[in-house]
């Protein structure tokens, strides 16, 4: 497969905007058929209170955004959500949750036992739960797990300005147990937090040299949400979000690109021409973990109207993951790394909520 330099990349990214498109188109139609959408639907089984200070996100504890916390939602509940969710077209289902880390015990068995329930509805499963070991990958894989989404978010260089709390060795190290688990990888990243052409490319460049490349690529719009560091940014122009999926798709023939968070923003023309650039994929729904999302009545409109439809589950391969386990079993505790760094506008964001907490107790 052609691999390409971090400065090819960026040349690709400034291709007049036509022939990018085109470029991408071509290498869309040699591996993938054009006229399918993959379709997933988000649940966020616990919200909130996450203990990261990841600057884009409305779930951090320490930001103060009007989002309703949630503990673990009960089996029942997301096993009836996913069902309604296979009803309205979705072929997979992803469960989200504000971790920082998986933890061994009581909820992390219970999410294992939603991994069986979701895989019974003959629905793929992926999860989204924050950095995991080797072993924990094996045991949702023998759960039944196909994929596991764990960005990179941005390139090396500009995460130092994004997050402190966890380093990017880290996500690479659990994108790592992720594929040493057998399971699927997903991981992109989000455009639009003041990042330049140049971190695009790089955090491209980052999620292409993985061996096997990602499985599916998730490109996200920053939601700028009220009271996050990142409130004040701009609705990222539509152009960049087509430059980027079209540059993802050129980079990574094989993959699945996935026009994520931001569809609110976009009209289904500026959609259509994400998926002629590539994008093969979305998340369906109302919400995504917290924020809107255009429902599934309005993308079956859309659907319809450009010709795409919805893909089936894919093949089941889950079934050989059952012999790895005694090896992982005697395996050590990851000890992920807490880089410490400051990162002004998260500190200043993280004190303004505080006031705000206080003001709130004294009313
Ligand atoms: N806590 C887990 C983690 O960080 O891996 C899983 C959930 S986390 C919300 C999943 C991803 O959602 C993040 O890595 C980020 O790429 C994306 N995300 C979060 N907030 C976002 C926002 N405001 N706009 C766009 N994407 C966002
Ligand atoms: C991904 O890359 N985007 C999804 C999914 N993976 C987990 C999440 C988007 C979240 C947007 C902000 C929110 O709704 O909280
Ligand atoms: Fe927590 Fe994930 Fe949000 Fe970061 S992105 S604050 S780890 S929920």
Known sequence: METYSKQEIIDLYNLPLMELIYRAAQVHREHHDPSK?????LISIKTGGCPEDCGYCPQAARYHTSIEKNDLLPYETVI???????????????????WRNVKEGDDFEKVLKMVRGLSELDMEVC??????????????????LHYYNHNLDTSEDYYKEVISTRGYDDRLKTLDNVRKGSLKVCSGGIIGMGESIEDRAGMLLSLSKLHPQPESVPINALVAVEGTPMEE??????????????TTRIVMPKTTVRLSAGRTEMSAEAQALCFMAG????????????????????????????????????????GKFKIRRSRVEAEEQEKWSRPGHRIEKNVQAAEKAKEIRKVQRQN
């Open 279 to 318: 994008a093969s994929s979305i998340f369906a729904g109302e919400k995504l973990l917290t924020t809107p999302n255009p429902g599934e009545d309005k993308d079956a409109e859309m659907f319809s109207i450009l010709g795409l439809t919805p893909t089936e589950k894919e093949k089941d391969d889950t």
């Open 127 to 144: 999860c989204t739960l924050g950095m995991i070991t080797e072993s924990q990958a094996v045991r949702l894989a023998e759960a039944g």
């Open 233 to 246: 940014q701009e609705i990222v122009p539509v152009w960049d979000v087509v430059r980027m999926i079209a």
């Open 37 to 41: 959408i993959q379709v997933s639907t």
């Open 80 to 98: 009836g959500l996913a069902r309604k969710a296979k009803e309205k077209g979705s072929s997979r289902v992803c469960m989200g949750a504000a």
